[in-house]
């Protein structure tokens, strides 16, 4: 886990740089202290005074490109610093993520080609960062005038030293393995062959009945539990699945992973995605597998499959009993008059559709997280939240600290399922 508290490495800072703090006038000390705003920085643009190689090794020892400390006003809070290196040509760097929608702009370390930026968080939060460079080209030989332009050069992620982390995404060879069967079924909806990965609980017996999930996005949620603290990594739900088992949060239950094919961006939108859900996929798992006419049927998934999920569930409701959404889309109208995601004009389709229809037989869990593309996509969250409750369903709502990436979905799956498959 990417938690670096560099305290050690700031008593050398602060030990190998008195001298040169020392020569400066109090003024000046002053300037560098408001301009370099952590105890760290300081000493880094000090001892960088009388040995230009230090912040060359400074750069070159961090794992990442950046460094969490404690805040000291503040015991919830953290500052965490970025760091970038540029050359000639680079004009400036912009990092993006977390709570400051918009970005944070970096900053020259003294003449250094050495940048840095500070943000402070919540202790608790976990979110994705990048790192843009922008740099400077001659539009022509005889002109002073130049282009920037932009690249992407890094990726990487901070992870609070109390963010909420789930214990079930950890394997255990002392836990009970489900089994994974590769499946598929042809769909008339869908007009072609598609693939399934049915997740079959430990001990499965055709002589009892289960639960069923359908995982919407089904490929991202087979990742390796090991990728857990890495931000690239997608989100082990068979292995979140079986720890839930093993722990006694949820009976036994089968999961079915719907794999993506095609165009995921219009299947999402698509009713006739939604016939394949609940007419296709939950009848013939019921054909081929144990689950009865009485059992619990969720359909889960993020982002625009969130759309999916609670179009299905509500075009189905005597199939369909219950929605777990991540991060879920919901200002698409599936109008000539589009949302653009950020700053949504227009109701979305399903807030619209919820709030004119009765009262359906379907439970909910939402959540988002508050660095989710500004305002948007929390706010349609909360104004989806408040039509069911007002509406009479029961609804668990769930916000935390952190954007829209498996890097948060995975810890907050399971809190989803449990609420939904309560014993």
Not at 135 to 145: A, F, P, Q, V, Y
Request: aromatic share 14%; proline share 5%.
């Amino acid at each position: 886990m990417i938690k670096i508290f560099l305290l050690s490495l700031c008593l050398i800072f602060i030990l190998t740089s008195v001298a040169t703090a020392q020569e400066l006038s109090d003024d000046e000390n002053n300037i560098a202290k408001q301009e370099y705003p952590t105890e760290t920085l300081y000493r880094l643009w000090l001892e960088y005074q009388k040995d230009e190689n230090s912040l060359v090794r400074f750069y070159n020892s961090l794992p990442g490109q950046h460094i969490i400390e404690p805040n000291e006003k503040n015991p919830h809070e953290v500052v965490v610093t970025y760091f970038a290196k540029g050359n000639d040509d680079t004009e400036y760097f912009m990092q993006s993520g977390g709570p400051d929608f918009y970005g944070l702009r970096f900053r020259k370390i003294g003449d250094s080609p050495y940048y840095y930026c500070t943000q402070i968080v919540p202790s608790d939060a976990w979110f994705n960062y990048g790192i843009n460079e922008f740099k400077r080209s001659n539009s022509s030989n005889e002109s002073d005038l130049y282009q920037t332009s932009m690249n992407h050069v890094y990726d990487g992620a901070i992870i609070g030293p109390d963010a909420p982390l789930s214990q079930y995404v950890n394997s255990s060879s002392a836990i009970p393995k489900g089994e994974l069967r590769d499946e598929s079924l042809f769909s008339k909806f869908m007009g072609e062959e598609r693939k399934l990965i049915v997740y079959l609980p430990p001990g499965y017996s055709n002589k009892t009945t289960y639960d069923l999930v359908i995982q919407l996005d089904g490929q991202n949620y087979l990742g390796n539990e090991n990728n857990r603290e890495i931000w690239q990594g997608w989100t082990p739900m068979p292995t979140i699945l079986d720890n839930l088992i093993a722990e006694n949060d949820i009976s036994p239950i089968i999961g079915v992973f719907i794999i993506n094919q095609g165009n995921r961006s219009e299947d999402m939108l698509s009713e006739n995605f939604s016939d394949f859900i609940a007419l296709e996929v939950s009848s013939w798992v019921t054909e081929n597998f144990s689950v009865s006419d009485s059992s619990k049927i969720i359909v889960s998934g993020p982002s625009r499959a969130s759309f999916a999920a609670a179009q299905a569930a509500y075009k189905y409701p005597d199939i369909i009993n219950g929605v777990l959404s991540q991060s879920g889309s919901f200002y698409y109208t599936l109008k000539e008059s589009e949302n653009w995601p950020i700053y949504p004009e227009f109701e979305g389709k399903l807030l619209d559709d919820f709030k004119k229809s009765e009262k359906l037989p379907i439970q909910f869990y939402l959540e988002v997280g508050l660095y989710d593309l500004g305002l948007g996509r929390v706010g349609m969250n909360r104004q989806f939240r408040d039509i069911l409750e007002l509406k009479g369903y029961k609804v668990h709502y769930n916000e935390y600290k952190g954007g829209h990436s498996h890097l948060n979905w995975r810890h907050t799956l399971s809190t989803g399922l449990m609420h939904l498959l309560k014993k």
